[in-house]
């Protein structure tokens, strides 16, 4: 009897057993490069994001307004100061001293926005003062709408200074050098020779009322607030300051003055400086906020 091959028994498929099969290290690979190639992607965007802010972002806010790093460095390369300050080490109180004049010119500029007032968008913080006021002052209307009690703030002030320097005249200080620091009226250094119907009716008045070398009290007129000394007219007599000819009846005085300006003068220096203060003083009350960002302004 014919053994059977013991090596012989149910053939296997051999094509089944040869099909490739799927690699789990491969599906792994293929899962985490996914993953990576999006990581990659975010820290590209949150880099660049990054840099945009800090070049160019938002690092202040006054009022709600935006204060942006690139505003904040001109100004401080604008101040040698501020500049110095950074070189000491001093980078971030430089950078909030520029953030906050900066936050001024954006309270003039919203100021001139909500008044319909015109700029190019290229002032200086002073020059934006000026166009407000010189816009206020072209104006009636706007001039009446104007920040009233800003401007009205002016006349105590200039009574307040002519009150202290009436002090020191009566005191006994040289009256000239009161008149060359302090007056806002371009008098001759020899005072005036002048006739009734040449000054306002208060200023005549208040000479006349004088004795020669007497200092007035504070007369008050359409221009402001003066002190008056009364002097012997000066000039050859025959004719005034303004060049008018004395008449065979008319009485000549002479006074020197000084002039403190008020709001009727259409908005002295003085009064310039004091619509200025009302903005610095909105300065000081508005929803100022600094940001991170400052921290991390430079110097061009």
Partial sequence: ?????????????????TAPKKSPVKTIDKKWL??????LIAAVIFTAGLVRFYSDGVVARVNGIAIRSGEVTNALAQNSDWRMWADVGMMREASEEAA?????TKLFEDYARRNNIPLTG???????????????IADQNQFTNFEAHMLEDAIPAAESLASEILA????????DELVATYSDDGMPPEGYAFLEG???PEFCEATRNLEIGEISGLVQTEFGFHIIKRIEPP??????????????????????HILIAARETALSERQRSAVFAGFEAKLEAADLVFLRGLDNIQLP
């Fill in 235 to 256: 000039g050859d007599g025959e004719f005034t300051s303004f060049n008018f000819p004395l008449g065979e009846d008319d009485e000549m005085l002479g006074a020197k």
């Fill in 122 to 136: 290229n002032e200086s913080t002073f020059e934006l003062m000026n166009a407000v006021i010189d816009a206020a």
């Fill in 34 to 39: 996914i993953i990576g190639a999006a990581a």
């Fill in 100 to 104: 906050r004049e900066v936050a001024l």
């Fill in 198 to 200: 040449d000054m306002v």
């Fill in 168 to 175: 020191r005249a009566h005191a006994g200080e040289d009256f």
């Fill in 1 to 17: 009897m014919k053994r059977k091959n013991a090596s012989k028994g149910p053939q296997l498929n051999r094509k089944a057993s």
